[in-house]
Structure formats: structure tokens, C-alpha cells
């Protein structure tokens, strides 16, 4: 039982490229989302989606999109990558608070 | 809205001591409370929740906390310390009526264990 799976583990991008965060859950969850980590912040919530088909914009999601097709799978993209989104970046699901996490994708852009 | 506020980003005990991590809330209607862990370079786990059944909440690892709508507080407690309770803890907060879905997360404190 994998539970919830993030890739890459890290990746650096330069300004302006895009990429996509995977994410991938086996326990069947509706709810799940997407966290960023800042030292001494805490983790803000980007965006969630209540099931697939359906998702909404959190805290602070600008800079990013998301989709959810699948049930299991829940990508989180940056269009045009700048200094501000290096971060790390946690997916979580749950069945309604985000009781599982995964092991996070450390993203550094220069 | 909610909010949470830690105090006390470094938390420093000796082994066998008694730990004891602060959070208190901020909400205007009854809030459901988690703590969670996260150890280095791992994602982070729920230690335990609070939704409004019994105010002393016990979770995993010998911890537990307690809530109190007085003191709008729900401090993380363990009797003692062991060397592999060295990690980052996090306190957050919802609002039910928010449809349980926007946690906010205190800043986190970190616990260092001395041997």
C-alpha cells in the first residue's frame, strides 16, 4: 500500500519553465490537495479538490493549476516558474481533512 | 476566520523530561483542532484531532492534548521524551462550517531532545 505518491523527489527549473507535480493516491480518497512548505510559515494550501472533476483555489494559488480527471490522481502545474515558488511542495488527501501525506517535491527555481 | 499561533519555534528537553508544545486558536464558531508531525524530509503525520467529542485527545506515540475553550488552547503534551520525538509539530485549525477542507497551519515548533 503505497498511500500517496509525489514526483519528482526534487527538480530545479530556471525562471520562465513549466512543469507539472504528480500525484498519485491508493486509498481512495475524494478529498485532496496541495500544500506549500516555507520555513517558519507553515504549509499554505494552493489548491483542493473535493473529487474528481472538481477543484478550488486555497490560500495562495496563483502561479499554479490543477486538475483532477482521476480519483487517484491530482497534478499540480507552474506555467511560468519564478524565484517565489521555490518551496516544498507536500500533497495530502483525506476524507475530509488531509489525514495522509506525501514525502514532498523540494522545487527550486533560479 | 481561524488562525493558530504556536509559542515557541525551538522547543529544547532532555530525554525522560516532559514535553510540552503550545497552541492556541483563534475562530469564531467551535473549531476542530489536529497536530501533526513531520520528521526530516518527510511528509507530515497526524498525530491526533479534536472534533468536539472529548476534550483530552490521546494519539499516537504517548502523546495527547488537551482542549480549552476558556483558554482557547490545545497544547501537545507526552509524560516523557524519547530521543525519536525530535521533529517538527505543526497545530492547525478549521472551521467546520468551512466544510472541513481548509486547514490552517500554526508556523510549527520544532522539538529538540538532549540525551
Known amino acids: 500500500n503505497a498511500g500517496v505518491t509525489q514526483t519528482p523527489k526534487f527538480r530545479i527549473l530556471k525562471i520562465g519553465q513549466s512543469m507539472t507535480l504528480q500525484c498519485a493516491q491508493d486509498m481512495n480518497h475524494n478529498y485532496m490537495y496541495w500544500y506549500r512548505q516555507d520555513p517558519g510559515m507553515g504549509l499554505k494550501l494552493i489548491y483542493y479538490s473535493v473529487g474528481a472533476g472538481i477543484t478550488d483555489k486555497g490560500e495562495v494559488p496563483n502561479g499554479y493549476n490543477v486538475s483532477r480527471s482521476t480519483t487517484e490522481d491530482f497534478p499540480l502545474r507552474l506555467e511560468l516558474a519564478a524565484p517565489s515558488q521555490t518551496s516544498v511542495y507536500f500533497c495530502?488527501?483525506?476524507?475530509?481533512?488531509?489525514?495522509?501525506f506525501g514525502n514532498g517535491t523540494r522545487l527550486t527555481v533560479t | 476566520a481561524q488562525s493558530v499561533t504556536q509559542l515557541g519555534s525551538h522547543v529544547s528537553v532532555s530525554e525522560g523530561a516532559l514535553v510540552l508544545l503550545r497552541c492556541n486558536y483563534s475562530s469564531s464558531v467551535p473549531p476542530y483542532l489536529f497536530w501533526y508531525v513531520q520528521y526530516p524530509n518527510q511528509g507530515l503525520q497526524l498525530l491526533l484531532k479534536?472534533?468536539?467529542?472529548?476534550?483530552l485527545v490521546k494519539g499516537i506515540n504517548g502523546f495527547e492534548a488537551e482542549f480549552k475553550k476558556s483558554e482557547t488552547s490545545f497544547h501537545l503534551t507526552k509524560p516523557s521524551a524519547h530521543m525519536s520525538d525530535a521533529a517538527e509539530y505543526f497545530c492547525a485549525v478549521i472551521s467546520p462550517s468551512s466544510g472541513g477542507n481548509k486547514l490552517v497551519f500554526g508556523a510549527g515548533t520544532i522539538l529538540r531532545v538532549k540525551s
Open positions: 495530502a488527501t483525506g476524507d475530509v481533512s488531509p489525514l495522509h
Open positions: 479534536y472534533t468536539s467529542a472529548a476534550t
